[in-house]
């Protein structure tokens, strides 16, 4: 990939970082992967390596803690496999494949933030030899030789969607995984389900410009459609499909992972010039007196889990 590709992407990964949802607690609650924190170098971001960040990153484990299980149950992530996952962040997930496939297994973690590579280190160091975490950039690095065909699984995450150029990362998966192994992918397939049930024309707005800032920036929203033709132009056969279709309703936690994402990057559409502040004011009043309704129910975005197989 080229400079002006790369550059591309990290100013993507600017504007969305810079957008990650406050819970209630004051966590955040990202609407989108992991890694989505404004990135001042090519090796670190400026919310990704702090306490609050860990902090969002936890809740967000533990909110799709149970689809991503039932990901791994499907790439056969057991006792005795070994995993690679790619954009591991602090290793929280790192930690629970781990777990998973002990004994006699092992994981491999990808990660681009030096301060994250080593949280997930100390996070894993329990493990042993059995838990491993690289450095890496999936925008320029190629696979370590040393981890061709040594996987049996891999997951990827709310990573595809900001990439102008996702196959290649499926051709990483490619390399990293053996003849027979697995993939597990969570990607969004159909972003304009998020909004308010019956109704919320505001909201509604608010996915479509935020669907066209994705776009303008390189990236994809509803890049799950695409990949299934994607895996197997890159040697890895769709042998399944998921939708995973969320609501939340005001007095819930996960409430604020769609809601807090209005809130925050409503703002910065403006900036974009998407919308003007009228359109904000009104955006955040729908928004407000819907969690004043207890019968309110919004909906995330849809995602698609797909699994597939390494020719």
């Known amino acids: ?173 490619r390399q990293a995984i053996r003849p027979g192994g697995f993939v597990a992918i969570h990607e969004y397939v159909h972003y304009p389900t998020y909004g308010l049930l019956g109704g919320g024309p505001r909201i509604a707005e608010f996915v479509q410009h935020t669907m066209a800032s994705f776009v303008r920036a390189g990236g994809d929203a509803n890049i799950a459609r695409r990949l299934p033709a994607m895996l197997a132009i890159h040697g890895l056969e769709l042998v399944h499909a998921r939708p995973i279709a969320r609501v939340a309703r005001p007095h819930e936690p996960l409430w604020q992972w769609p809601a807090g994402f209005i809130r925050t990057y409503a703002p910065r559409l403006v900036e974009l010039g998407f919308a003007d502040r009228a359109w904000l004011e009104a955006t955040l009043a729908e928004l407000t007196a819907a969690e004043r309704d207890p019968t309110s129910v919004l909906m995330c975005p849809t995602l698609l889990e797909l699994v597939a197989r390494r020719r």
Do not use: K, N
């Not at 969305?16 to 090519?42: H, K, Q, Y």
């Not at 803690?65 to 499907?74: K, S, V």
């Not at 070994?82 to 930690?95: A, Q, R």
């Open 1 to 173: 990939m080229g400079p002006l590709q790369l550059s591309t992407v990290r100013e993507t990964i600017t504007e969305l970082g810079s957008c990650a949802p406050l819970s209630r607690s004051g966590g955040r609650f990202p609407l989108g992967p992991a890694t989505v924190p404004a990135m001042t170098s090519p090796t670190d971001y400026v919310l990704g390596t702090h306490d609050p960040e860990a902090e969002r990153l936890r809740v967000q484990h533990e909110l799709w803690l149970d689809e991503a299980a039932r990901a791994w149950d499907a790439i056969g992530a057991v006792a005795g496999a070994s995993v690679i996952d790619i954009g591991c962040g602090p290793g929280l997930v790192t930690e629970a494949l781990a777990e998973r496939v002990m004994p006699g297994g092992g994981v491999t973690g990808l990660e681009l933030s030096p301060a994250f590579s080593q949280q997930a280190r100390e996070r894993c160091a329990r493990f042993g030899d059995a838990a491993s975490i690289v450095e890496f950039d999936v925008l320029q690095a190629r696979m370590p030789v040393d981890l061709h065909g040594t996987m049996d699984a891999a997951w990827i995450r709310w990573l595809l969607m900001f990439l102008p150029e996702p196959g290649r990362v499926l051709d990483l998966v």
